[in-house]
């Protein structure tokens, strides 16, 4: 069984806090701490550029997406981390298109993410080949698959409501049809066990700052299938994704495999948190974060509504199809969590009407559950939500 009181104090909490919110940004690992200061005094004020070769900075996007990898069924050698979630999903859609012949069609849901839509719509204009967008509902996704389908992108959990695709049958049904699959797991990869492998996904990409715990603007990463990296023809093509970066070639000439979705120089201090933040997954089963998350979500919705008849779930009620984390609905979502935060269990709002609240067994147990229960059931009967000081909007909600 895996240690949850000691993945808990591998992290820097801050006193009487009760953080429900890793699911956006993950809390700051000891590890992390140590390693980046290292690095700045260390390997950039002593090495100086010999940190390239010698502090081993150079194949860091790589390490770094192998660790990313084990959590996510991908094998060695078919991640890599860097960038954006944003800038990978461009270099995944746009290499999917490529391979994807004549088809006009990519087909999303209207539960994506806004990025991942505005990235789309946009590189299909750039490419000006005629694609379209199609959103469908989430429930209509898997009707919509058909042969006009060139690729089908997706994010596995709503971040919103944390309803969860079936990752396996949906790629099945696309690559039936002659499609080639997106995933992205930004809130997946770290909140529940993904198994691109035997999904036989072609792409995805994920956050390196919810569920692993990097840092705020931590690196993402990309997965390609490995019998389909060599035939990738990156849209975005940078000197770190070439076969020989210091040949200074004036052609561009693809590396290997997934190291060709590489671009540019990558951010060593934040690759470095990231790094240091993945050790922290040593010794975890997925399995049994997994047995954990789902103990914890149905104990806060059991709390919740029983405490609070003024919200709505508006997560699935089957924790079999839910990610890690819970929602409810209610108008003054937003005042609402401001007050929690003010009493010391932060969650987020989502627009327009959604408080929402991760669990991550890495450092939340079940005290925190039922802490964070008896904080809402106050801020509803004391109506603090309606008070004005938590009205007042922030730019980050
Ligand atoms: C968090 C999240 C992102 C974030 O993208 P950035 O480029 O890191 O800002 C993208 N897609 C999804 C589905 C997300 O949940």
Not at 225 to 235: H, I, K
Not at 237 to 253: C, K, Q, R
Not at 345 to 353: C, I, K, L, N, T
Request: charged content about 20%.
């Amino acid at each position: 069984m895996t240690d949850f009181d000691a993945t808990r104090a591998l992290f820097d909490l801050p006193e009487g806090i009760v953080y429900l919110d890793g699911n956006s940004l993950g809390p700051l690992p000891r590890a992390s701490r140590e390693r980046v200061a290292r690095e700045v005094a260390q390997s950039w004020g002593t090495l100086l550029i010999r940190g390239w070769n010698e502090a081993g900075w150079m194949d860091l996007p790589q390490v770094v997406g192998d660790k990313i990898g084990r959590l996510v069924g991908a094998p060695a050698g078919s991640v890599v981390a860097g960038d954006s979630t944003s800038v990978n999903l461009f270099k995944a859609l746009t290499a999917a298109l490529s391979l994807s012949g004549e088809r006009k069609v990519v087909l999303s849901d209207s539960g994506n993410f806004p990025t991942d839509l505005y990235v789309a719509q946009q590189a299909l204009a750039a490419l000006g080949r005629g694609h379209d967008l199609k959103i469908v509902a989430p429930e209509a996704v898997e009707g919509a698959i058909d042969e006009t389908v060139a690729v089908l992108m997706l994010t596995q959990v709503d971040y919103r409501t944390g309803r969860l695709h079936d990752m396996a049958a949906l790629t099945a049904k696309a690559q039936a049809a002659g499609a080639v699959t997106v995933w992205d797991l930004a809130h997946s990869a770290g909140a529940l066990p993904v198994d691109l492998a035997g999904a036989g996904a072609d792409f995805a990409i994920g956050c390196g700052y919810k569920y692993l715990n990097g840092g705020p603007g931590a690196p993402a990463f990309i997965y390609v299938r490995p019998g389909l990296a060599d035939r990738v023809s990156p849209a975005l093509a940078g000197w770190m994704g070439h076969a020989a970066p210091f040949a200074f070639d004036l052609g561009y000439a693809p590396a290997e495999g997934v190291n060709r979705m590489r671009v540019g120089t990558p951010p060593i201090l934040s690759m470095a948190s990231l790094d240091a933040a993945l050790d922290v997954w040593d010794g975890v089963s997925m399995a049994d974060l997994r047995t954990r998350s789902i103990e914890l979500s149905e104990t806060f919705i059991a709390e919740v509504e029983a405490r609070c008849p003024q919200l709505t779930l508006a997560s699935p009620r089957d924790p079999e199809r839910r990610g890690s984390q819970v929602s409810f609905a209610f108008p003054e979502g937003y005042a609402a969590m401001q007050a929690a935060i003010a009493n010391g269990v932060v969650g987020d709002f989502r627009a327009p009407d959604i408080m929402r609240f991760g669990f991550t067994p890495l450092y939340v147990g079940r005290a925190d559950v039922v802490r964070a229960a008896e904080t809402l059931e106050r801020v509803m009967g004391e109506r603090l939500w309606d008070r004005p000081e938590f009205k007042q909007r922030a730019k980050v909600t």
